[in-house]
């Protein structure tokens, strides 16, 4: 399980909008790809992201969606591990940055993108034992 490493999972390529875009053209990609993240781009560099969280935490405030851009609720800056990291140094940084989604990095350049599920699916229980690690170095 510790030996996984974050190159070996992580899924790509990266699919990324423009910081203009419109939350439904956002919307429509998620679910044409059927992905919980797009990567926010802005002069060919990625500059945040937008999850299913962020437009269910829009939704809820009232706001008018068809007026607002992909800038308006993205997240940033984006948080990242390196390529080469372990699954378990990943799950980490996700519960340290209390995030579901992590860019994967090689040489400081984006990759590919991991989540939650992803580290689940090939280590079960990952989550449970590093909270218990957290816990006992407190």
Known sequence: MKD?????????PLISLDL??????????????????????????YVGIITKQNIVQIVSTGKEIKTLQAKDIMTSPLKMVDASKTVFEAAKKLILEDVRRIIVSKEGKPVGMVSERDIVKVAPGIFELLIEEMRIKR
């Open 20 to 45: 203009h875009a419109s939350i439904q053209s956002v919307t429509e990609l998620m679910i044409l790809k059927d992905i919980g993240g797009i990567l926010i781009s802005s002069e060919e560099k």
């Open 4 to 12: 996984v490493l974050v190159k070996d999972i992580m899924s790509f």
